[in-house]
């Protein structure tokens, strides 16, 4: 399945438990490109003990370590589960590692609504460089930094990215997607995002578009709903409100089947 680029090998695995799909060996063998299936990440679709739950996502990067929540699959997993009859297409809630989401079909497109986001910080110390005027950090799921750029397309996105994907200030936490935006000549936005796990760029990013819409917004760069076109050139919708302190997110875009296939194991 694909999410705006952001790409997954996506198994149904409500009946037959994911066994050793799930292992890190067997998750880098699929999704290395060229050699494998080719995808950013494995997604399990699974039985959950959870109150009204639907179904639990369970996911992985391609290089086999555990992501607490990835946007665009769940963008991708509430598509699927909406044909599978996993989920109801006009509302489904469902488990992944950083808490319940509530998702749906809207206007023909898959839209999820993330748990409250807390811990945000519009101004994240690390240097900025020459073309850079703003770092952010916040934690969607996933911990992400947020630079605000003049423009995109002189970035050096792996050095950048690598840089701050491992910079002290995060550290800490393991840590952190970087996310680079700027604002286009008609006034919207373009996103470039290195991620974590997968050590690349890679197209689109949801919880790090996320990430972004809410930094913006607290930089008065833009209002409460947010549209960036991602690498691949597919827009993500971001929709935020307030809850005391907190922001309300919900995400919108792409979660399109491109094949069904059969996967021989060893």
């Known amino acids: 399945m694909s999410g705006s680029g952001n790409d997954f090998v996506v198994f149904d695995a409500r ?83 950083s808490g319940i989401a509530s998702a749906r079909i809207s206007n023909g497109q898959p839209e999820v609504d993330l748990w409250p986001v807390t811990d945000v910080r ?30 995109l397309e002189t970035l050096e996105i792996v050095r950048r990215g690598r840089a701050i994907r491992m910079h002290e200030y995060v550290r800490p936490g393991g840590g952190a997607n970087a996310n680079f935006v700027a604002r286009r000549g008609d006034g919207g936005f373009d996103i470039r995002t290195y991620e974590r796990g997968v050590e690349a760029e890679t197209l689109a990013c949801g919880t790090g578009s996320v990430s972004t819409a809410i930094l913006l917004t607290e930089w008065q760069q833009a209002g409460l709903e947010t549209t960036l076109r991602t690498r691949s050139g597919r827009a993500l919708t971001i929709k935020l409100s307030r809850q005391g302190s907190a922001w309300l997110p919900s995400l919108r875009g792409e979660g399109r089947l491109v094949f069904r296939g059969l996967l021989p194991v060893d």
């Open 122 to 151: 519009p101004a994240a110390e690390i240097p900025t460089e020459p073309g850079e005027s703003r770092i952010g950090y916040a934690i969607v799921g996933n911990p992400h930094v947020v630079v605000l750029r003049d423009e």
């Open 15 to 97: 009946v037959e438990p994911a066994g050793r799909l799930a292992s890190g060996p067997v998750i880098r063998e699929v999704c290395a490109r060229g050699t494998g299936v080719g995808a950013d990440g494995m997604v399990f679709i699974e039985p959950t003990a959870a109150d009204d739950v639907q179904f639990r996502m369970r996911y992985f990067n391609s290089d086999g370590s555990v992501a607490e929540m990835c946007g665009n699959a769940a963008l991708c997993v509430t598509s699927l589960a909406a044909q599978l009859g996993a989920g109801s297409a006009s509302g489904m809630r469902f488990e992944t590692d």
